[in-house]
């Protein structure tokens, strides 16, 4: 605990299967899925694609955002949102969000809030 603040972590599973494409991609089929002159269209980012890191934090950005967070610096990794003398501060490492916070009920609607677009774990206070 810091300040009076409580750390913890959570972990947004799959996510770069929750950013879109942003301009049309093709692959390859795998083996065993192979037609002749045929390529398949990718509709969802892929781990290993160049797109895919930026393509999932402009999708979260736009979600934090929507819940009513203020970018704290110029990179847009560091966020806060303050509601009377709750506070909770956020910090985007690619699918990893860390959190410090004074108010518990104010992280829980947060991460329900996430919830309903992705799968989000909670785990737990920080060492």
Not at 9 to 18: C, G, I, M, P, Q
Not at 42 to 66: C, D, E
Not at 85 to 92: C, N
Not at 104 to 111: A, I, M
Request: glycine share 6%.
């Amino acid at each position: 605990m810091m300040m009076g603040y409580k750390m913890y972590t959570s972990d947004v599973r799959t996510a770069y299967l929750n950013a879109r494409m942003e301009r049309p991609a093709y692959m390859y089929p795998p083996k065993g899925f192979e037609r002749k002159g045929k390529l398949i269209r990718l509709h969802r980012q892929l781990y290993g694609l160049k797109s895919a890191v930026k393509a999932w934090h402009n999708t979260l950005v736009a979600k934090i955002k929507a819940f009513g967070f203020t970018v704290v610096t110029n990179d847009d990794c560091m966020f806060t949102i303050k509601r009377g003398d709750s506070v909770l501060h956020i910090l985007i490492v690619v699918d990893d969000i860390l959190q410090a916070t004074n108010d518990e009920e104010l992280r829980q609607e947060f991460l329900a809030f996430l919830r309903k677009d992705y799968e989000v774990s909670d785990d737990g206070l920080l060492d």
